[in-house]
């Protein structure tokens, strides 16, 4: 039997970059998780997952060993790798259906650098905001390079419509404003329950029955409301309970998006107003 390795390559460089990107975070988590799992202690008689020690000082970007000039490369390597399976899924579908929209309207070289400087720069805020609020918890995830994405959208076509799935957010708040009043003995059955919820509601979009898209819950808009309804609500919230999300790289992506799309809208006035009327 003959293998043809020219065409397998074909094969892959026709992939869009959208969809190489979600393979390769898919395969990295999944190498990852098994090799390094989390760690489950006991603590005050409950058990408590921790994150494996190679990954935190490896792979998850850690404040205070950047700041100690110690695994610089993080801020890279933790773009690849998610804290588990709902936290890549959301970011993996998130990415699927943003990354290939923008990816046709500038290109795919443009997205792919858009996409590594947007979470290299929000990992670079995460840093930061760790160092402003004494806070040292690793972060992993595709966020910021996904907010980052978001950005030039609302610039470049700032009345298009998208849909915000509100259901898994709302779920997720509960969850954690709840979680303090939640008996230790049902707590791991509660977040196995809001997770089926999760994964019910998302997709629940999918479907083209109308009465079962809404237990999404889903809020249209237009896109340059897009991440002030996504980042704001969370900024806020986390000033009052622990929220387990990178909100500082999810601005410090945003930020790179807004002014690239700003950038771009400067130099291709003409394409630029011609994709934004196209995309009412």
Request: hydrophobic letters at 55%; charged letters at 10%.
């Amino acid at each position: 039997m003959t293998i043809n390795f020219e065409d397998k390559r074909g094969f892959f460089r026709n992939l869009s970059v959208t969809t190489q990107l979600i393979f390769a975070n898919l395969i990295i988590f999944i190498i990852l998780s098994i090799s390094f799992p989390d760690q489950i202690t006991e603590v005050n008689g409950n058990l408590t997952k921790t994150i494996n020690p190679f990954i935190g000082n490896n792979v998850a970007i850690t404040p205070n060993l950047i700041l100690q000039g110690k695994s610089i490369w993080t801020i890279f390597t933790s773009m690849f790798m998610h804290a588990n399976f709902l936290h890549i899924f959301a970011n993996m579908f998130s990415l699927f259906f943003i990354g290939n929209f923008l990816e046709r309207i500038i290109g795919k070289k443009r997205f792919f650098l858009i996409y590594l400087i947007s979470g290299i720069v929000g990992g670079i805020f995460f840093v930061f905001s760790g160092m402003i609020f004494n806070s040292n918890i690793p972060g992993v995830g595709a966020s910021g390079a996904i907010f980052g994405l978001i950005g030039i959208l609302a610039v470049l076509v700032p009345h298009s419509r998208i849909y915000l799935i509100a259901g898994p957010l709302i779920l997720l708040l509960l969850q954690f404003i709840a979680s303090p009043f939640i008996p230790a003995s049902f707590s791991a059955a509660f977040g196995i329950i809001i997770n089926i919820t999760i994964f019910v509601m998302i997709f629940a979009m999918l479907s083209f029955n109308p009465s079962m898209r809404k237990l999404a819950v889903p809020i249209q808009l237009p896109m340059w409301l897009l991440p002030i309804i996504a980042i704001v609500p969370l900024v806020i919230i986390g000033f009052f309970v622990d929220l387990p999300i990178g909100n500082s790289a999810h601005i410090g992506g945003l930020l790179v998006g807004l002014l690239y799309g700003i950038y771009l809208r400067k130099k291709f006035p003409n394409k630029t107003k011609m994709i934004s009327r196209h995309f009412r």
